[in-house]
């Protein structure tokens, strides 16, 4: 089992041609990932060759998806035209869009989402700013190193790029089920609420590992949804406790002001929902062996 993404998965990349695009195309292709097509309107017709794959290039995503039967969207588009990319995959009603470009104004992210939602959410967006996500050994829809651990029964759901890495390589002799990057932005499409609820009902997921940051209350709201509908357990941690208040850190969305948002209040919000959190990556890569040791 996946959520969101499996071996069955057809992948498109938007911006495929560019620089960013033609490097991560050509590692998701050796991760297994079935890349169907890409899309440039200027280069409509054309394709490239991946070290002997071939990947057509289509004029749009509604015709990728007419060609080829894609059901999932992976966008390395400059932040300039990210928004029309982002709502010309809506308008296709492509099932998944992920979004990987960073510096996407806020607005333009505000207008997608709104756009998508307005839609009846036939598209479901993961990021921007965000790795991407992996169901390792299936497929890989991003930017998330394919090599660094293995299929498993351990769900994780994180903010941050990096911070994904080090938690897979930390426990990637148990492995993951699907681990999925969210993006630090603060207007992003699916939130730590959705990926924990995927993994809730995912039978092969055993236990979730939420990785959150400072700024906002999106972990004090996942908090909240843990408590009342999860029932595996959750271990989490919080980056950002030696940070300056005020400063902005990091990721777009990591501001604190006062008490709220702070490392601090969402550690104790994720403990009063019965969910253990390490002060460092580590300490929670062993908090998660330790429950699954039983």
């Known amino acids: 089992m996946a959520i969101f993404l499996n071996k069955d998965s057809k992948v498109i990349v938007q911006g495929m041609t560019g620089a960013t695009g033609m490097k991560h195309t050509k590692l998701m292709l050796g991760d297994g990932t079935n890349i169907v097509g890409g899309v440039n309107p200027r280069k409509a017709g054309t394709s490239v060759d991946f070290d002997g794959t071939e990947v057509p290039v289509f004029g749009s995503v509604a015709e990728a998806m007419e060609k080829t039967g894609a059901d999932v969207s992976v966008l390395f588009v400059p932040p300039a035209f990210a928004k029309a990319a982002v709502v010309e995959a809506i308008d296709a009603e492509i099932p998944l869009a992920v979004v990987i470009t960073e510096g996407i104004a806020v607005h333009d992210s505000a207008a997608f989402w709104a756009y998508a939602t307005s839609k009846g959410n036939k598209t479901r ?10 169901t390792p050994g299936q497929s890989n829809a991003g930017i998330i190193p394919g090599d660094i651990t293995k299929p498993g029964r351990i769900g994780l759901v994180s903010k941050s790029g990096t911070l994904t890495y080090q938690m897979m390589y930390e426990l990637r002799d148990i492995g993951f089920s699907s681990a999925v990057g969210i993006g630090g932005d603060p207007v992003i499409g699916t939130t730590h609420i959705d990926a924990l609820a995927a993994f809730e009902a995912d039978p092969e997921t055993d236990l979730i590992v939420m990785i959150g940051e400072i700024g906002g209350d999106a ?76």
């Open 125 to 134: 967006i993961i990021g921007p700013n965000c790795p991407g996500l992996i």
């Open 219 to 294: 972990e004090e709201r996942a908090a909240d949804f843990i408590k009342a509908n999860v029932t595996k357990p959750v271990v989490g941690y919080v980056a950002g406790f030696t940070a300056p208040e005020g400063k902005t850190m990091g990721h777009a969305g990591a501001i604190v002001s006062g008490s709220s948002g702070t490392a601090q209040a969402k550690k104790e919000a994720l403990e009063a929902a019965g969910v253990k959190v390490g002060k460092t990556p580590t300490e929670t890569a062993k908090l998660a062996r330790a429950i699954l040791a039983g």
